[in-house]
């Protein structure tokens, strides 16, 4: 599914990681922690093809992103949700519009994909905020928002950069449950986190990988969960 192969990456004239490989098999849950400026949105970044590594190789889907083409990027695209840190919306557009974007672009927009829609506004309980405006809504509920909008296309992988960075504790624990649910029903989850508490609340809910940057090299960091 996303395979990297004894990758480095350099930024800036240095080495953020170096010799990283790892497997993430279909249906899987990892979590990916490590220091502020370890490398967790890079490492992420590489896992969606937004990065090409500097050394080594990326496999998306059996693909090597260095001889992907744009088209090919786009539609591995389709399969791979992403959850930004920053969560950035078009705030002249309802909550609806912003989480329907990756339909509008892609062509999708069904009144099937509509039905669609209102279900997972549900889902995520944004239901009754479908019509607010990116400004109007709070810290967690820009962040549902955002997982909505990252398996609108019902993607196989569903990569969150800390997405309960900026929520209190009740709200991460409704955000891991959501990813938690999204994981049963067969898709891979992979979230990178500072936050070790999220990680031990997962314990018991679901079968985790705890990865850990640490030096620039990717470590299993303990038993899994």
């Excluded at 800036?12 to 490590?34: C, N, R, W």
């Excluded at 993607?155 to 997405?163: K, R």
């Amino acid at each position: 599914m996303i395979e990297l192969s004894n990758i480095a990456y350099s930024y800036g004239g240095g080495e953020l990681l170096s010799d990283v490989s790892l497997k993430i098999a279909p249906g899987s849950f990892h979590f990916l922690t490590g220091p502020s400026g370890s490398g967790k949105t890079t490492f992420l970044k590489l896992c969606y093809g937004a990065l090409v590594p500097t050394a080594g190789h990326v496999e998306l889907f059996g693909r090597d992103v260095r001889e992907m083409s744009r088209d090919d990027h786009a539609i591995t695209r389709r399969q791979i949700g992403v959850v930004h840190q920053d969560c950035q919306f078009l705030d002249h557009l309802p909550v609806r519009e912003n989480v329907a974007l990756p339909l509008t672009v892609s062509g999708r927009e069904s009144l099937e994909n509509v039905a669609n829609l209102k279900e997972l506004l549900s889902w995520v309980g944004l239901g009754s905020r479908a019509s607010a405006l990116p400004p109007e809504l709070s810290g967690g509920e820009r962040q549902r928002a955002a997982l909505a909008r990252a398996v609108i296309m019902s993607p196989d992988v569903v990569l969150a950069d800390e997405p309960t960075g900026n929520v209190d504790w009740e709200m991460s624990q409704r955000l891991l449950q959501l990813l938690i649910e999204l994981n049963k029903m067969g898709k891979t989850i992979l979230i990178a986190t500072h936050d070790m508490n999220l990680i031990r609340a997962a314990k018991g809910h679901v079968q985790a990988r705890v990865l850990r940057i640490s030096n620039r090299k990717l470590q299993l960091a303990g038993a899994d969960l």
